[in-house]
């Protein structure tokens, strides 16, 4: 059972980023996997879930229109497309298996982190 993040990095306001999740067969066979956030001195939050099942795609408000959740089953791998950038989404960004009711929640499993820093 494994999920494993990476793709973070500095990228000016307004610009883009592309994380990566390597996940488990396992995992990807049987869980939504998806993405959360935690910024210096708040609590972590969920960013976007994509479902096992059908593919639906799911995410908190502040992101809506510029991040694109997406899955590639034959590279194991879960992408977040970062797009339009704000220093406002400088966290550490996790990979996590996931679910979704109103808002993106976790359902236990949990990569490590990648910074992803937004300032000119």
């Known amino acids: 059972v494994q999920l494993q993040a990476s793709g973070g990095g500095l990228v000016q306001p307004g610009g883009s980023l592309r994380l990566s999740c390597a996940a488990s067969?396992?995992?990807?066979?049987?869980?939504?996997i998806g993405w959360f956030r935690q910024a210096p001195g708040k609590e972590r939050e969920g960013v976007s879930c994509?479902?096992?099942?059908?593919?639906?795609?799911y995410y908190a408000d502040f992101v809506k229109g510029r991040f694109t959740i997406s899955r590639n089953n034959a590279k194991n791998t879960v992408y977040l497309q970062m797009n339009s950038l704000k220093p406002e989404d400088t966290a550490v960004y996790y990979c996590?298996?996931?679910?979704?009711?109103?808002?993106?929640?976790?359902?236990?499993?949990w990569g490590q982190g990648t910074l992803v820093t937004v300032s000119s």
């Open positions: 996590a298996t996931c679910g979704y009711s109103d808002s993106v929640y976790s359902t236990g499993y």
């Open positions: 994509i479902m096992s099942s059908d593919r639906s795609t």
């Open positions: 067969r396992f995992l990807l066979d049987y869980y939504s």
